[in-house]
C-alpha cells in the first residue's frame, strides 16, 4: 500500500514537472514571438514616411505586448494628425473666398483681419501641440498610462527602449522639419494675405463690390491686385 502510494507522489511530481517544462516553453515561445513582431513593426515604422503615407495602425502583437504596441502607434498617430490639419489649412487659403463680397463689409476688413488671425492662432496651436509630444517626459509618461498589470516593469521598458531609440529620435526630428515647413508655407501665405488687404486699403478709392465682385476703375490697380493673388497661389 505504501509502494503504491509512493509511486503515485512521484508519478505526480513527475506530471508536473512536465506541465512546468511545458508551460516554461510555451511561454518563453509566445513572448519571444511577440518580442519578434514588435520589433518587425517598429523597423517598419522608421522605415515609413508616416507623414505622407500613413501609420499603419493594425496591431499585430498580443496580450500586453499589443498595449505596448497600441502606445506606440496611437502616439504616433497624433503627429500624423498635426501634419494633416496644417495641410489642410494651407490648402483651405483661398484669396479669392478670402477677399469675396461678404467678408468685405462697407469697406471694412474686419472679417478678414479675423480669418487671418484665426488661421495664425491654429498654426501656433498645431506647432505646440507638436511640442508637447516630442517632450520626453510626455512619451514616457503615455505607457504609464495605459493597463499593464503584469511584469509592468518590463514592458514599459520595451515601450521606452523604442520610442526613444535613436531612429525613432531621428524621426521626430523629421517630422518637426516637416511641420515647421507646412508652418511656414501657412504664415506666407498669411502675410501674403496681409499684403493683399493692405493694398485694397490703401487703394479704396479704385475699386467698389459689384454683383458680389471686387472690381476696380483702374487698369493698372487691378493689375497689380491679381499679380498679388497670382503671387500668393503660385
Excluded: C, H
Amino acid at each position: 500500500m505504501e509502494n503504491k502510494k509512493t509511486i503515485i507522489g512521484i508519478i505526480i511530481v513527475v506530471i508536473l514537472i512536465v506541465a512546468l517544462a511545458v508551460t516554461s516553453y510555451l511561454f518563453n515561445d509566445f513572448n519571444q514571438t511577440q518580442l519578434n513582431l514588435l520589433t518587425e513593426e517598429a523597423n517598419a515604422i522608421l522605415e515609413t514616411d508616416i507623414l505622407t503615407d500613413g501609420l499603419n495602425s493594425e496591431i499585430k502583437t498580443q496580450r500586453n505586448y499589443a498595449v505596448v504596441e497600441k502606445a506606440i502607434k496611437e502616439y504616433l498617430v497624433k503627429f500624423e494628425n498635426i501634419y494633416s490639419n496644417m495641410e489642410e489649412m494651407n490648402q483651405q487659403i483661398n484669396p479669392n473666398d478670402i477677399f469675396s463680397a461678404q467678408n468685405i463689409v462697407d469697406g471694412s476688413f474686419e472679417t478678414i483681419d479675423t480669418i487671418i488671425a484665426d488661421y495664425r492662432e491654429k498654426g501656433e496651436s498645431f506647432d505646440g501641440e507638436y511640442q508637447e509630444l516630442i517632450n520626453e517626459e510626455n512619451i514616457l509618461d503615455n505607457i504609464k498610462e495605459k493597463n499593464i498589470k503584469q511584469r509592468t516593469e518590463y514592458y514599459i521598458n520595451l515601450y521606452n527602449t523604442i520610442m526613444l531609440s535613436d531612429g525613432m529620435k531621428e524621426k521626430y526630428q523629421a517630422i518637426k522639419n516637416e511641420i515647421q515647413s507646412k508652418k511656414y508655407e501657412l504664415n506666407y501665405k498669411l502675410d501674403k494675405l496681409e499684403d493683399i488687404k493692405e493694398f485694397l486699403e490703401e487703394n479704396q478709392r479704385y475699386w467698389s463690390i459689384k454683383n458680389d465682385k471686387i472690381q476696380f476703375s483702374n487698369i493698372n490697380k487691378m493689375t497689380e491686385y491679381y499679380n498679388l493673388l497670382n503671387n500668393l497661389q503660385d
